[in-house]
């Protein structure tokens, strides 16, 4: 079992529609988590990242973090087609120096116009 | 400016051939990392460096030799390749920080093995 699991997709949704990413996690010890946005051939780039349950709001992207449940998710109000990516969750393990970013395998999304 | 650069963005060749990959960053930064992202897209850590020091160094075929003559730059040689090792990989930079560890990735270097 890997320590994040996230659906693949991909995942094809009309343009203005809401999308919801999800991912679960095993490792309790799992303290930061994040949002990476993938374009096509290109690396990724940090979308949002949060450390507490709850949910963190940044224009059209809200995240959400279930600790008690060990799964995050990723929402996506009035998606665009400039929104079509692969999305990574990613949490960091470890401490200092030393911690290291654990990804999940991404979501392929697409919106059409 | 390019903040991660990588190059070259392509590299195809035979197994058994030798190649490097580097990677510079301007962002002042002083971590540095080598990720692979396989075919299915999950994408793995393989080496840090802090400051030119070694500070992670996963479960990596020792074929694989990262070298950071200076903070800004992070190059990484493989030997012998095989089959296995074509993949996409991102060179990424951070800096150290208590409560936030965003990175800043390359564009990748898109390896094929034949």
């Known amino acids: 079992q890997k320590e994040v699991e996230q659906d693949p997709g991909p995942l094809s949704v009309p343009e203005g529609a809401i999308v919801s990413l999800n991912c679960t996690y095993s490792?309790?010890?799992?303290?930061?988590f994040m949002w990476y946005r993938q374009y096509s051939r290109k690396g990724p780039e940090l979308l949002m990242y949060?450390?507490s349950s709850g949910n963190k709001e940044d224009g059209r992207f809200t995240a959400q973090v279930d600790k008690s449940s060990k799964y995050i998710s990723l929402f996506i109000r009035d998606s665009q087609p400039s929104d079509s990516a692969t999305y990574l969750c990613?949490?960091?393990w470890g401490s200092g120096n030393t911690g290291k970013l654990i990804f999940g395998q991404g979501t392929t999304l697409q919106v059409k116009p | 400016d390019t903040a991660v650069s990588q190059t070259p963005k392509y590299l195809v060749t035979q197994m058994g051939n030798d190649k490097s990959i580097k990677c510079e960053q301007n962002?002042?930064?002083?971590?540095m990392y080598w990720y692979k992202q396989d075919s299915k897209k999950f994408l793995k850590i393989m080496f840090s460096?802090?400051?030119?020091?070694?500070?992670i160094n996963e479960t990596v075929p020792n074929r694989f030799s990262p070298k950071s003559p200076d903070k800004a730059h992070l190059n990484l040689h493989i030997n012998s390749l095989e089959l296995g090792d074509s993949a996409v990989y991102f060179c990424?930079?951070?800096?150290?920080?208590?409560?936030?560890?965003?990175?800043?990735f390359g564009p990748g270097t898109r390896l094929t093995v034949t």
């Open positions: 990424a930079s951070s800096q150290e920080r208590q409560w936030r560890r965003e990175q800043y």
């Open positions: 962002l002042g930064h002083d971590t």
């Open positions: 460096y802090n400051n030119k020091e070694l500070i």
């Open positions: 490792n309790s010890a799992f303290q930061y």
């Open positions: 949060t450390y």
């Open positions: 990613a949490m960091i």
